[in-house]
C-alpha cells in the first residue's frame, strides 16, 4: 500500500479518520480495501457498517474481515454479535464475490474460552503457534471466520 488510513472513534488514539463506522466521513469510491479485524461484532448495526463499507469502496474493491464465532464476551466498547458463515455470507451479499474460511476448531476455541481471562495460561499460546501439528481448521466448529468480499467492477 502506498497509503493507509486507520478510523476510530477516539481522538485520543490519534486515527487518521475520526468517526463511527456506521456513517463513514469518507467519500463515495475512495479506496480500494478496506480491513475490518475483530470490528463488526463490536457494531450496533453491522449491516449499516457493510453498507458503508460497499460505499466506500472503488468498483473491484476488496473488503476484508475477521470476526469471532466461539470466542468470550469481550466489552471493548459494546460486544453485540457473533456470526456464522452463513451469516456473514449474508450479511456481504450486496458484494460480487464473496469467500470465507473458518478459523481454527474446537480445541482452539476451547483454548481461546480457557485462556481469554487474565492468566498465566496465555502465554501459552505464544508456543503452540509454532507447533506445526495442531489439527486445522473445522468449519463445523471454528473459533471466528475471516471473509472477503469483492465490490462488483463498474458498481457505485
Do not use: Q
Not at 453498507?51 to 453485540?80: A, K, M, N, Q, T
Not at 486445522?136 to 473459533?143: I, K, V
Amino acid at each position: 500500500a502506498r497509503r493507509y488510513d486507520r478510523l476510530d472513534l477516539l481522538v485520543s488514539r490519534r486515527p487518521a479518520v475520526l468517526g463511527d463506522a456506521h456513517r463513514l466521513p469518507i467519500g463515495d469510491g475512495t479506496y480500494d480495501l478496506v480491513l475490518a479485524t475483530e470490528l463488526l461484532e463490536h457494531c450496533h448495526t453491522p449491516a449499516a457498517v457493510v453498507d458503508e463499507v460497499h460505499r466506500v469502496l472503488r468498483p473491484g474493491g476488496r473488503f476484508v474481515c475477521s470476526v469471532p464465532f466461539i470466542y468470550v464476551i469481550h466489552d471493548d466498547p459494546d460486544d453485540f454479535w457473533r456470526f456464522t458463515a452463513h451469516g456473514l455470507r449474508h450479511l456481504l451479499r450486496d458484494f460480487a464475490r464473496v469467500a470465507v474460511w473458518p478459523l481454527g476448531n474446537r480445541w482452539t476455541a476451547i483454548w481461546d474460552l480457557i485462556t481469554a481471562r487474565p492468566s498465566g495460561l496465555k502465554y501459552v499460546n505464544h508456543v503452540l503457534r509454532v507447533i506445526p501439528v495442531l489439527p486445522r481448521p473445522n468449519p463445523g466448529c471454528p473459533h471466528g471466520y475471516v471473509a472477503l468480499a469483492y465490490k462488483k467492477e463498474g458498481a457505485k
